[in-house]
């Protein structure tokens, strides 16, 4: 997961199938949405909001208190039930990050993280004001942040369930900033060439690799979000509108996404094979999800993507973590699940013997209807990458399956659907965002 400044540039019009309500926000067949907040809030504003599994996290203050400071509240998905997770009466709460059961945020100039369960803290700085840290991201132990000392912006990061300090990730001429980690693995904005020249890099915690340069040319790129295979960040486009660029490991590919001449795209964040985006229209901003996938099903073109539950307000400040996502609706924190279809995969036995097979088998359904006749892609892990084997397509009641070659050695394989994207100009045609199986291993004795 990750948090960012939020830059205040508008979005980008696509070709998309979208149904607008006059005054609010409308069921559509890929998303189901509800608000966070159980009542009607005067004199309040809202924030940043995150998710990760069952938590959703966001910052509210009231705006006639003196200080009128950021309080960070998390609610529990589950059962609805909300809480205040920190407060400062100095400083206020900032760029709240969330993933698992930990939340890392900045406050006063520092980094803590806390445990949304036990309510224990780590703070992975203390120094105040010394140094400006800021902007925290957080991926299973380890905290990452921008660091100012007042020459210019490094990427640190901690474990923070160790004692051990903090470390150094990206540091050196020109600013490193606007971290995004999943993993070991840290995307962040390097302006070494210069302000006008950031290159988008990639370190991972513990190596001793040099970090890569995943966009290596003297574009301007900037605000990166990083999956577990995925890269998006901004560039421009020809008409000098930012547009979503991404950087698929499974291929390694840089391609582009979404883009329009007229309106910038804001805020891209990734998540599996979607980038949850912000869009103008009209007056106000909507949001979008690009599916990588079902792009490429698609046949390639025109990047299409599916419409969130958009008002004629503004819907904004986004983050998505697998089929989950949150975000502002006319200023209110709001939950939405993405309505992925079901891709089933049986168990498979522990062992095989030597020169056997694993059978693939199970279902695909949308909201539990049948998918018949789609097409399946077979993949198995190799090389550090999941690769396309073989395309097999489901019966009518929606099965399919699939009997791996012989096995010489232990093999990861899984089966992936690559949905089919809205087309505005054809908006009866069913429309399904991609989904992918559990992980079935054959492994010979």
């Not at 997961?1 to 559509?28: C, K």
């Not at 995307?187 to 890569?212: F, P």
Request: charged share 15%; proline share 5%; hydrophobic share 40%.
């Amino acid at each position: 997961m990750r948090s960012v400044r939020l830059r205040r540039v508008l979005a980008a019009t696509v070709f998309v199938a979208v149904l607008l309500a006059p005054t609010a926000a409308i069921a559509n067949g890929w998303v189901l949405e509800r608000g966070l907040l159980g009542g009607l809030f005067a004199n309040t504003v809202w924030a940043a909001p995150d998710v990760s599994g069952h938590w959703a996290v966001y910052l509210s203050r009231n705006t006639v208190a003196i200080p009128s400071l950021y309080a960070l509240s998390k609610v529990d998905l589950r059962t609805g039930a909300s809480s205040v997770v920190a407060a400062d009466v100095t400083d206020g709460i900032e760029s709240p990050a969330v993933d698992g059961d930990w939340v890392a945020y900045a406050v006063g100039g520092d980094i803590h993280v806390e445990n949304l369960v036990t309510g224990a803290v780590k703070k992975a700085t203390d120094d105040g004001a010394t140094t400006a840290e800021s902007d925290p991201v957080v991926s299973g132990k380890y905290v990452v942040w921008e660091s100012d000392s007042g020459a210019g912006s490094d990427i640190w990061g901690k474990d923070f369930t160790s004692t051990h300090a903090k470390f150094l990730i990206a540091g050196g001429a020109g600013n490193q900033m606007q971290p995004s980690i999943h993993g070991a693995h840290v995307a962040y904005r390097d302006e070494s060439a210069g302000d006008t020249q950031g290159q988008i890099m990639l370190k991972t915690i513990g190596s001793s690799a040099a970090a890569v340069n995943l966009t290596n040319n003297t574009d301007d790129q900037f605000l990166p979000s990083i999956g577990d295979h995925l890269v998006a960040w901004l560039a421009l486009n020809t008409s000098g509108r930012a547009m979503i660029r991404y950087h698929n490991f499974d291929t390694g590919e840089n391609l582009s996404g979404p883009s329009d001449p007229d309106y910038s795209i804001a805020n891209p964040q990734v998540s599996g094979d979607r980038i949850l985006y912000d869009i103008p229209s009209g007056s106000n901003r909507d949001m979008y999800v690009f599916d990588v996938r079902a792009w490429r099903a698609s046949g390639g073109g025109i990047p299409l993507s599916f419409a969130m539950p958009n008002t004629n307000q503004d819907e904004l400040e986004g983050k998505i973590s697998g089929n989950a996502c949150v975000y502002l609706s006319n200023g209110s924190p709001t939950w939405a699940r993405l309505a992925v279809p079901g891709l089933s995969i049986g168990s498979v036995p522990t062992r095989v013997p030597h020169h056997g097979h694993i059978h693939l088998k199970g279902t695909l359904t949308d909201q539990s209807v049948p998918i018949g006749y789609a097409p399946l892609r077979v993949e198995k892990y190799s090389g550090g990458k999941w690769v396309k084997v073989k395309t097999i397509t489901t019966s009518a009641s929606g099965a399919y399956s699939y009997q791996t070659p012989t096995l010489h050695s232990k093999t990861n394989y899984r089966v992936a659907y690559d949905g089919r994207a809205a087309v505005a100009f054809n908006p009866g045609i069913a429309r399904h965002f991609s989904a992918v199986s559990a992980v079935r291993t054959g492994w010979p004795r």
